[in-house]
């Protein structure tokens, strides 16, 4: 059973850096057939993804965030790290780390989401 868990600061100050790290359980994120995303919900708007890094590092980030956003892994760790740089409180959003599978073309599992509110 796989299992995914988010953890990060929960609040950070406009302009820092953000890292979000995504411990994944149950299976090696170099598994094939499998991407691992970032995705992110603002307070009343809808899900908006982020990046996402295959089962072969190959590296994916969304146009409108590229200037500031990166995602990594340490397979040693089992986990993905997303960073984000110059933050605003437009910032401010649960974050969720989700496995996409190649095989039905879905999202199939997800963490619980982290909160993180970007407030001086």
């Known amino acids: 059973q796989v299992q995914l868990q988010e953890s990060g600061p929960g609040l950070v100050k406009p302009s820092q850096t953000l890292s979000l790290t995504c411990t994944v359980s149950g299976v090696s994120i170099t598994s094939n057939y499998y991407a691992w995303n970032w995705i992110r919900q603002a307070p009343g708007k809808g899900l908006e993804w982020m990046a996402f890094i295959t089962n072969t590092g190959g590296t994916l980030v969304s146009p409108s965030l590229r200037s500031r956003t990166s995602i990594s892994r340490d397979t040693s760790k089992n986990h993905v790290t997303l960073q984000m740089s110059s933050v605003t409180p437009e910032d401010t959003a649960v974050y969720y780390c989700?496995?996409?599978?190649?095989?039905?073309?879905?999202?199939?599992?997800w963490g619980q989401g982290t909160q993180v509110a970007v407030s001086s």
């Open positions: 989700a496995r996409f599978d190649n095989r039905p073309m879905a999202y199939d599992s």
